[in-house]
């Protein structure tokens, strides 16, 4: 691995790094952002606002979750 900026073809590899750096800030943000429609908000947000009751899986999962952080 080289220690110095520059390749040994005689250009430097820092606008390389700096265009696959903000390809990468692009990419996570577009993935960090989700559009809705606005039904698909309501729905959304009625789940949050009254969810619906667990199932026996999720009843089983806080079970194991209490009895792993359980500290007495």
Same mark, same amino acid.
């Given at each position: 691995m080289l220690s110095n900026p520059?390749?040994?073809?005689?250009?430097s590899s820092r606008p390389v790094v700096a265009t696959v750096q903000d390809a990468a800030r692009r990419a996570i943000g577009e993935a960090e952002? !989700? #559009?809705?429609t606005v039904s698909d908000q309501e729905t959304f947000?009625?789940?949050?606002l009254s969810p619906p009751p667990p199932t026996p899986a999720m009843e089983r999962a !806080?079970? #194991?979750r209490r009895a792993l952080l359980h500290t007495e």
């Open positions: 520059e390749w040994p073809w005689g250009f952002i !989700f #559009r809705l947000a009625c789940a949050l !806080f079970a #194991r």
